[in-house]
């Protein structure tokens, strides 16, 4: 735990305890902590209670505590640094997320796919090289084929060569608090990404993006760009219920700021 002392100073010598992230925050305020300098000094102390390693372990680190902190303190980041050293001290066994492990040939995503036979739905698109590489993320992979073929459709309509992509992008490694697993994982991406020669990688999951973004190297020249804003830019419109497009932009915006230009595009495209 000693690994955490330069992650929790900040908070304990800024944080104002105005509240401002618990009054936002439904998974801070089922706890007793009145606010992160509190947390950070009790992770400080080195007394691990249930309490507490359940804040750290069931954050779903959507990064709105920073987004509303007049400090701009970032409790992500110190959830992510206490699980990390949670991993690393033995008080999480990391086997808890072998189902997880997006490294391994077979994980949670792997076997469903193989399970109902999506890979095989997707084989198609599984090209070597292409101009647009379509990175649809796990979810969308599992629950929706169907969404997937029509959007690699729709993207080929410019004339470009468009390819997809299985592969998670490592997310789950990295909040699971494995950094060298997920360093080492997406450096393996990276190169399958290049070997197949984009010029743009389109996204649609939001975590995906900010992790592509996030390492993508400009000297490759590769543009990575969601999939709403191209709707939105194209003039797409869709035809869906307002509570449901009022319910999904409101998740949206309750995230960081790599959502702002998509929750923008999204209520776009649902107007």
């Excluded at 543009?223 to 509570?243: N, T």
Aim: proline letters at 3%; hydrophobic letters at 40%.
């Amino acid at each position: 735990m000693e690994k955490l002392s330069k992650s929790v100073q900040p908070f304990l010598e800024q944080c104002s305890r105005c509240g401002a992230c618990v009054e936002q925050c439904h998974h801070l305020q089922a706890y007793a902590y009145e606010s992160p300098a509190d947390i950070a000094a009790a992770l400080t102390s080195g007394d691990l209670d249930e309490s507490l390693t359940n804040i750290v372990l069931e954050c779903s680190l959507c990064g709105l505590c920073h987004q509303v902190c007049p400090e701009e303190l970032d409790f992500k980041q110190l959830v992510l640094d206490a699980r990390c050293a949670f991993v690393a001290s033995g008080i999480t066994d990391s086997q808890r997320y072998r189902f997880l492990w997006v490294d391994y040939d077979w994980c949670l995503f792997s076997i469903f796919r193989d399970t109902y036979g999506l890979d095989d739905c997707y084989a198609h698109l599984m090209k070597a090289s292409c101009d647009v590489l379509f990175f649809p993320g796990c979810m969308l992979l599992m629950q929706g084929h169907r969404i997937v073929e029509s959007v690699c459709q729709w993207l080929a309509k410019s004339g470009d060569s468009v390819a997809m992509l299985t592969e998670c992008c490592g997310a789950p490694l990295l909040q699971m608090g494995q950094p060298d697993r997920f360093k080492s994982y997406t450096e393996t991406l990276w190169r399958t990404i290049k070997a197949k020669g984009p010029r743009q990688i389109v996204t649609a999951c939001p975590t995906c993006h900010a992790q592509l973004v996030e390492g993508c190297d400009s000297a490759d020249h590769i543009e990575i760009i969601s999939l709403y804003q191209l709707m939105a830019e194209s003039g797409l419109r869709a035809k869906v219920l307002v509570a449901e497009a009022q319910r999904c932009m409101t998740h949206a915006q309750t995230g960081t700021d790599r959502l702002e230009r998509m929750s923008e595009c999204c209520s776009r495209i649902t107007s």
